[in-house]
Every structure is written in C-alpha cells, then in structure tokens.
Antibody, heavy 119, light 111 residues
Framework: QVQLQESGPGLVKPWGTLSLTCAVS?????????WSWVRQPPGKGLEWIGE???????NYNASLKSRVTISVDKSKNQFSLRLTSVTAADTAVYYC????????????WGQGTLVTVSS | DIVMTQSPLSLPVTPGEPASISCRSS???????????LNWYLQKPGKSPHLLIY???NRASGVPDRFSGSGSGTDFTLKISRVEAEDVGVYYC????????FGPGTKVDIK
C-alpha cells in the first residue's frame, strides 16, 4: 500500500524558508508518477504548489514559482519542498500527494502537516 | 490559466435523497485523446482529500457506486444518488489538463 508522510518544522519565522520532506513507501519515487505538493490555508480551499518527476522535471504554480523549489532524493525515496521568503499568508496545512502520469489524478495523499508562519 | 468554479458552494442534504454539484472550467478540459481531464475529490472533516472520480466519470478504487461523474468540455456534474451521513465534507473538482487547479469547494452537510 502506498503511503506518504510529510515532515518538517511546524513553525517558521516571517521571511524565513519553509522546508518539508515527503517520505514515500509502497512505491518507488522513480515510478511513472508525478510527486506533488498541495496546501490548504486554515478554513480555505486547496492550492496546488508544484510537482516533480523522478527525472528532475518540475512544474510550479505561477503565483509561487519565484519562491518554490521541489527536489527529489531517489536514494531515500523522498521528495522535498522549499518555499522562501514566507509570510503569514503561507500558513497552511501542506500535503504531499502522488499524481498519476496518465490521468493526472491525485490518488494518494499524505496526512498533511500544519506550518505556521509567525515570529 | 484554467479557472474552476463550483455551485453551489454550500449544500445541505437529507440522507437518502439525491444531491448534485456542478463544476465549470474556463477552458475545455477535453483532450485530443477523447478524455476529459476533470477529477473530483472529497475532503472529510479533519482528513486529507481523497479521489472520488477521475477523467470526468471514472470512479476511483473503493468509491461507492452511489457516486457518479458526468459532463464534457467545460461543464461537469457530480451526483450522489442517495446521500449517506458519511458523505459530509467538502467536494472539490480539479482540472488536470494543464498544471492542476482546484475549484473553490462545495461544503455538503446534513440538514
């Protein structure tokens, strides 16, 4: 069974850098899937952040592109999110998810991790 | 960028009764391969979202057959034939034709 688990600091200072990792089990990070990050501010809807393929090819939400980097570590079967210059608006639950290559469906999700931006 | 809208944004339902949610996209989601790249997700309270429908009308594994998806191009519908109490939550449509974009969500609760 495929499982994804997010990890990282729950509190980040304003103008700092948010860094999260998603550990994947039950599937290879080198399989034919995209590995994505999605976030959800408290009480609000879902926002796609970006995705990466095992080849290193990546796509980002245009509104976040200048601040986001997603990377993959094949040796650890995990992928990571880095978001710079964070503000209170970046406070959210961050989910990692697997997106099918053919149909574009997010078929597996992590449990999510709340990241709060505050001094 | 493709923009997704949903209606209604809030839907009180009665168990045993049908329910329907509409989703519209600003551009056609019909690919040249004949598939509509539209997915539906349900986020139950306090949980991660999970996939209900992919490619407009295909139920994901384990999804009860009371859920059905239909539509093509820019107009899509999610129907629940007989609502159960466990169906409460927020339903999101999402286009997967380009970089993913979610609709605003429809909150379904029991009357």
């Amino acid at each position: 069974q495929v499982q994804l688990q997010e990890s990282g600091p729950g509190l980040v200072k304003p103008w700092g850098t948010l860094s999260l990792t998603c550990a994947v089990s039950g599937d290879s990070i080198s399989s034919s899937n995209w590995w994505s990050w999605v976030r959800q501010p408290p009480g609000k809807g879902l926002e796609w952040i970006g995705e990466i393929y095992h080849s290193g090819s990546s796509n980002y939400n245009a509104s976040l592109k200048s601040r986001v980097t997603i990377s993959v570590d094949k040796s650890k079967n995990q992928f990571s999110l880095r978001l710079t210059s964070v503000t209170a608006a970046d406070t959210a639950v961050y989910y990692c998810a697997r997106k099918g290559y053919n149909y574009g469906d997010f078929d597996y999700w992590g449990q999510g991790t709340l990241v709060t931006v505050s001094s | 960028d493709i923009v997704m809208t949903q209606s209604p944004l809030s839907l009180p339902v009665t168990p045993g009764e049908p329910a329907s949610i509409s989703c519209r996209s600003s551009q056609s989601l019909l690919h040249s391969n004949g598939y509509n790249y539209l997915n539906w997700y349900l986020q139950k309270p306090g949980k991660s979202p999970h996939l209900l429908i992919y490619l407009g009308s295909n139920r994901a594994s384990g999804v009860p057959d009371r859920f059905s998806g239909s539509g093509s191009g820019t107009d899509f519908t999610l129907k629940i034939s007989r609502v159960e109490a466990e169906d409460v939550g927020v339903y999101y449509c999402m286009q997967a034709l380009e970089t993913p974009a979610f609709g605003p969500g429809t909150k379904v609760d029991i009357k």
